[in-house]
């Protein structure tokens, strides 16, 4: 007969790892023995790193990927469902409120963030999904909102993240049916960026990650909080805010900064904004 699954022993502290190498901090849920599904003590753990690398110096680009043959396996059955759903109500809610609060969180982060997703992706992991900017997979990845598939919804935000990056026929095939796609069905239907062989995986998100640290990173950060806010704007009110952030952002040293690339463009010749980024290095700190 097959053992019932019990908690999970390993401590808090452990459910999440990071590495910094030159500048990009590489995060991994590191619950590889539960496919990386989220426990409360996983959230918990994964807003005290967010939080402690966010303005850290050292930090020019977050990754979010998953030790083992998951990126996550969604919510734990578990420890977020079952044995919160024991203790009543106020558990079930703060332990929506752990979760919640750290896609949230990601999802306003003050550096680019990209999700690299190295294995299965299911249901409420499509919270961080949508909060990283961008995001790479695997071809063998698959991905799946299986929450019919045991009687929910997809709640956590899975359906707005179907809807908001799927077509309306996509999105509502893809959570009734609980069918999953590859990575390279994902792909095609705008749910990460590309996929790629395996192992070219990482390769390409160092790439990505080595581009994203040449932008100025005061830019880059207006660039990606206006994309996201622009989403639910009129084009008036998108027009408006758009002036209003580019204005915020000559006040903390935009001005200088570009006065720096427009030299470097128009006196200097030394780079084509058309071609790449201009040389940070050179401008003057205040
Ligand atoms: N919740 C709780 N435990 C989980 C979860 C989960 N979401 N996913 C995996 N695990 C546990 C398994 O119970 C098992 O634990 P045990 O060793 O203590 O018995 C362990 O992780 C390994 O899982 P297996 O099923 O043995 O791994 P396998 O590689 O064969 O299958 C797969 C992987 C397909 C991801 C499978 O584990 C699965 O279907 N998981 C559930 C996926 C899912 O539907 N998530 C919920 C989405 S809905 C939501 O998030 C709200």
Redesign the pocket.
């Known amino acids: 007969m097959?053992?019932?699954?019990?908690p999970?022993p390993r401590p808090e502290s452990e459910t999440v790892r990071f590495d910094i190498v030159d500048g990009v901090a590489w995060v991994y849920f590191n619950r590889p023995?539960?496919?990386n599904?989220?426990?409360p003590k996983l959230n918990r753990r994964m807003l005290q790193v967010l939080e402690e690398l966010e303005f850290r110096h050292d930090v020019q680009v977050l990754v979010l990927s998953g030790e083992g043959?998951?990126w996550s396996?969604?919510?734990?059955?578990?420890?977020?469902?079952r044995m919160s759903e024991a203790e009543g109500i106020n558990a079930t809610r703060r332990s929506q409120r752990e979760a919640y609060s750290w896609w949230e969180r990601l999802r306003w982060y003050e550096k680019p963030t990209v999700a690299m997703i190295n294995g299965?992706c299911?249901?409420?992991?499509y919270g961080p999904l949508f909060a990283c900017d961008l995001a790479f997979c695997s071809d063998d990845a698959?991905f799946?909102?299986?929450?019919i598939?045991?009687a929910?919804l997809?709640?956590?935000g899975?359906s707005k993240v179907a809807a908001e990056l799927m077509g309306f026929r996509d999105a509502m095939y893809h959570a009734m049916m609980g069918e999953n796609l590859t990575g390279k069905q994902a792909a095609e239907k705008g749910m990460v960026n590309e996929s790629l062989p395996a192992d070219k995986l990482r390769e390409r998100v160092q790439q990505v990650a080595d581009v994203l640290k040449k932008k100025d990173s005061h830019a880059l950060r207006a660039t990606k909080w206006a994309v996201r806010r622009v989403r639910e704007m009129t084009y008036d009110n998108a027009e408006d805010y758009l002036i209003r952030a580019q204005e915020a952002l000559n006040d903390f040293g935009g001005w200088e900064t570009r006065k720096e690339a427009t030299k470097q463009f128009l006196d200097d010749k030394t780079f084509k904004p058309g071609l790449g980024a201009f040389d940070k290095n050179k401008v003057q700190a205040d």
């Open positions: 097959a053992m019932p699954s019990q999970d023995d539960k496919r599904c989220m426990s043959s998951a396996a969604g919510m734990d059955l578990l420890e977020y469902f299965w299911f249901g409420g992991a698959q799946g909102l299986s929450e598939n045991w929910i997809p709640g956590g899975a």
